[in-house]
C-alpha cells in the first residue's frame, strides 16, 4: 500500500515562504508525474504544479508562475514545493498527488492546509 503524506504548511504572514513536501512511502510504484493541487472554500481544485519523475521537466499554473518552484528529490522519495512571495489568494488546502497512468491522478495525499493573512 502506497501512500503520500504531505507537511509543511501553517500560517504566514503576505510576502512569506513556505515550502511543502509530499513523501510517498509504501511499496515502490511507478508514475509518469508527481503534482500539487489546492483547494480552497467553496471553490474547484486547481493543478499548481507538476513534475516529470523521469526528466524533470515541469509545468505551473499562471497564478504561480515565477513565485513557486516544484522539485524533486528521487532518494528520498518526496517532491517539494517552493512557495515564495505568498500572498492571501493563495490559500487553501495544498494537495500532492501522483499521475500513475498518462492523464489520470489517481494517487492522493490527505492534504496540508496554508493560510496565508494580510
Known amino acids: 500500500q502506497v501512500q503520500l503524506v504531505e507537511s509543511g504548511g501553517g500560517l504566514v504572514q503576505a510576502g512569506d515562504s513556505l515550502r511543502l513536501s509530499c513523501a510517498a512511502s509504501?511499496?515502490?510504484?511507478?508514475?509518469?508525474?508527481m503534482g500539487w493541487f489546492r483547494q480552497a472554500p467553496g471553490k474547484e481544485r486547481e493543478l499548481v504544479a507538476r513534475?516529470?519523475?523521469?526528466?524533470?521537466?515541469?509545468y505551473y499554473s499562471d497564478t504561480v508562475k515565477g513565485r513557486f518552484t516544484i522539485s524533486r528529490d528521487n532518494a528520498k522519495n518526496t517532491v517539494y514545493l517552493q512557495m515564495n512571495s505568498l500572498k492571501p489568494e493563495d490559500t487553501a488546502v495544498y494537495y500532492c498527488?501522483?499521475?500513475?497512468?498518462?492523464?489520470?491522478?489517481?494517487?492522493w495525499g490527505q492534504g496540508t492546509q496554508v493560510t496565508v493573512s494580510s
Open positions: 513534475i516529470s519523475w523521469s526528466d524533470g521537466s515541469y
Open positions: 509504501g511499496r515502490t510504484f511507478s508514475t509518469y508525474f
Open positions: 498527488a501522483a499521475q500513475i497512468r498518462v492523464g489520470v491522478w489517481s494517487l
